[in-house]
Every structure is written in C-alpha cells, then in structure tokens.
C-alpha cells in the first residue's frame, strides 16, 4: 500500500510524474542529441606500449584535445596517438574500438547475473511515444549517470523505429519489442551500429551486467491523447523530455475536442494505472468488485476510492481505449503479457 500512498500523496505535491502530450497544439520543440559521453576505463589497456612520442607542446596539446573529447585515461589516449602517428581522428577510432572489446569480454563475462534493478523511459515527439526498460543488477548503477545515458539511447533508438514505420493512421497503433528485437535496433541518427554495442560499452564501463529487456511504442492521429505518468521520477540531464522512474504508464484515449486540463486528466490516468496495476480496461457496464477488479474501467478510482475509475472518466468526456504498464523488474506474466 505505500506504493498507493505514495500516489495519492503525488496528487497534491505535483512532484510525483511528468505527463507527456498526445496529439495536440503544435508543441515545437527540438529534441537535442547527446554530445560524446565522458567514458572512463577502470584499466588501461595494455595492446601498445607507451614510448617518448609526447615529447613536443603541439603533442602535448592534441593529447589535451582527446582527453576532453573522449573522456577516456591520458594513459589510453597517449597509447592511441602513438598507434596512429598523431592523428586525432584515427585514434578517436581506435579508443573506441578497444573500448568495444572490453565491453564485449565483459559482458561475456557478467553474462547470467541477475538484472532486477534498472530504470524506466518515457519519452514523447510529435504523436508518437515509447517506453523502455534497461536493467542492471543494483540500484547504485541506476543512479549513475553513464547507465542513464544508456537508457536514453535506448529510447531515442525506438523512438527513431517508431517513427520509421510508415503507416496511415485512423486509429492508434501500438507494439512492442522484446530483448532481442530491441538490442538489434540501429543507433544514433546515422544508424552505425546498434543498441546492443552501446550496451555492450556500458557494460564495459561500469562493470556490471545489463539488459535491453523491453519497449513499446504509441502513434496517435488526430481524435486521440496519450496520457502518462511515471513514479519515481528523474529527468535526463542531456534530454529534457525523456522521463526516467522506476514505473511508467501510458494511456490512449480518444477525444472529440482539446481540452486545456488534458494533460492533468491524463496524468491521473497514469497515476491509476500505476497504481492499481490493471489488466484490461473493461467497459463502462462492468459491476465493481469479483471478476472485474483487475478491469480498470470498474476499479475503485486511486485518487477517489468512492467511486470507480469509469464514473470519474465519464463526465470528462473521453473514452479509455489502451494502456501500457511497466514497472522495473517485474517477472511473470505481468512482464510478458507483451
């Protein structure tokens, strides 16, 4: 019951979520990318020997230059500005190579270790929206800025197939991609690479294992709204509208007209849905109580236990079509009904 608690409380604090707009007033707003992340080997690696190539101020200088740029050792840098004669481009490379190899001997390593911590994503562009799950094996690596930036690129890599898919919309559409699917996504708005070499960096990094395990993506047309909500809730410090929490939820409901309190109806939405952890959404007819408790429609309102969730929806004049529901961790049912 904390959990419900915690919820309630979120109602009059306003601290708790972060809606996320459906379709609606033109919104504007450019989605800023992550510059080069600040990486930083726990060892340096031992492939090259040092020699006296740093003997001049321009080499000194270009030393400089890879270190703030890349963010990995002065030994590691030094090492690659010697494989590549200088040239700063070339050794840019080869960090990064031999950061994937690491990365990769790593995660073959760490491979079987129990992932149940981790973070949830929530990000919005234009019509469409996903959520993501990335998991990790304690809560300290979740607060770590490095696993964030892991779980951002994650997001941004399914909000880019998202977007990719080429459909006419009359009504929503929503799906899901399993561990498999998502880890295959490209990365980055170049598409080089995929999702499963920046977790296999991460890995790498921070030292221990991970796991790309789920998303789902949302597209409206015109007549719908996504409400959402996510508890626990953290900011992206690169991203701002990528939402991150330890539970998330989406809420498609269809409209005839905008609204001004849209966004709080829909943030209430999520909060139920967080909350009382429904199943299906049932309908307006369903009685309360036995069989349809796990109905949303027909379960007592979090925010309101008098009355069900389907009497507050009623008179604000939308219809509850579908809901994604994420918490991190969850095993079973729950987590594969996906």
Known sequence: MSLLRSLRLCLVA???GCPVRGLGPPQGKQVSRAGPLPL????PWHTFHAGHWLSSASSKDLLMKLRRKTGYSFVNCKKALETCGGDLRQAES???EQAQKEGWGKAAKLH???TKEGLIGLLQEGNSTVLVEVNCETDFVARNLKFQQLVQQVALGTMLHCQSLKDQLSTYSKGFLNSSELSELPFGPERKGSLKDQLA???GKLGENMTLKRAAWV???NGFYVGSYVHGTMHSPSLHNLVLGKYGALVICEISEWKANLEELGRRLGQHVVGMAPLSVGSLDDEPG???ETKMLSQPYLLDPSITLGQYVQPQGVSVVDFVRFE???EGEAAEAE
Do not use: F, M, N
């Not at 930083?40 to 060892?43: A, I, L, M, V, Y």
């Open 219 to 221: 597209k409206v047309p």
């Open 94 to 96: 080869w960090l990064h």
């Open 14 to 16: 306003r601290t708790g």
């Open 40 to 43: 930083q080997s726990p060892q």
């Open 290 to 292: 036995g069989e349809t």
């Open 201 to 203: 960096l991460a890995i």
């Open 112 to 114: 079987g270790r129990k």
């Open 328 to 330: 991190c961790g969850e």
